[in-house]
């Protein structure tokens, strides 16, 4: 998805520009490169892989196991499997000429290897459903044994552009929880107040 304007933030693999900034003051739906920048800040500074055994897919990677070949899928997944979670932004953008991220809605998808589950939140149950599917289709093939997939209840967003808000903030309060307990059974996804405070606080400070 491109992005104009001046650079606002360099961080990891991402720009942060004045037009995503824009996005950030104004009801609107998170691009894939704020989606991004997120979550490899989450993975860089709250919860760093090589010290939680979680890991957090970026949207482009994710974009690329659901629509790639399956011949492809065991290259592209890497150690992935190795993680006790692993958590993948899945948006509706499902062209496969086009391995940008991009659609119109987010939801969450989150492996448990203890529970040997694929976990799927949407914030507007039922939305995403076929790519979350579908992603779970693809990746399912090379783990072993093969786990279930299952839809789960989180907070429904109260407008149609905060989904990508709703993922971010369950990523955090999932991966919190799963730190301490080592499952997904029983855990309490963000609350749709905080997704509120979400865009005009953490995201634009």
Known sequence: M???GRIILDYGDYLIRESEMDILRGPRWLNDVIMGFYIDYLSREIFPEEKTSIKIVSPEMTQLLKLCDIEDLVNLLGDI??????????????????????????????????ENVMAHYDSSFGTNQVSAETLYRHVSLAMNPKPTYSPRGCAAQENGYDCGLHVLCNIEAIAAYVLKTTILNGVHTAKS?????????????
């Open 81 to 114: 499997t190795k993680y006790q979670f692993v958590f993948f932004p899945v948006n509706n953008f499902d062209d496969p000429e086009q391995i940008t991220a991009g659609g119109s809605h987010w939801s969450l998808v989150v492996y448990s290897r203890t």
């Open 193 to 205: 107040d905080t997704v509120g405070k979400m865009r005009g606080t953490n995201l634009t400070s």
């Open 2 to 4: 491109s992005t104009f």
